[in-house]
């Protein structure tokens, strides 16, 4: 190659950037990681077509977003355990609240 050869740079995938970028922020908003996902899927299909750049950033787009709405799904498990098992320590034997027998109810 001499010094005036001009190579082409291939462009990086905008919906792989964007993706990226939005599961990104998901750490910080969360529902942003939704989108993140989506759009990284829909990158990593436009890659295998068109051959653009940006495959690398499709995949962290959905490995952050899976992560995150992964870690979601644990919180709202946990957090219904915790609710149901606070509730049943309220509960007496006879099925009737604590607080009803102390109003005399």
Known sequence: ???NTVVARKSTNTMALVGFILSLAGFVVGITAIPGIVLGHIGLS???KT?????????AALIMG????????LGIIIAVVVIVAYGATWMNHNGSMYFD?????
């Not at 051959?51 to 995949?59: I, Q, R, S, T, Y």
């Not at 027998?101 to 109810?105: E, I, P, Q, T």
């Open 51 to 59: 051959g653009e750049d940006g495959h690398g950033l499709a995949v």
């Open 1 to 3: 190659m001499s010094e």
């Open 46 to 48: 436009q890659i295998k």
């Open 101 to 105: 027998n102390a109003l005399g109810v």
């Open 66 to 73: 899976y992560i995150q709405v992964g870690l979601a799904i």
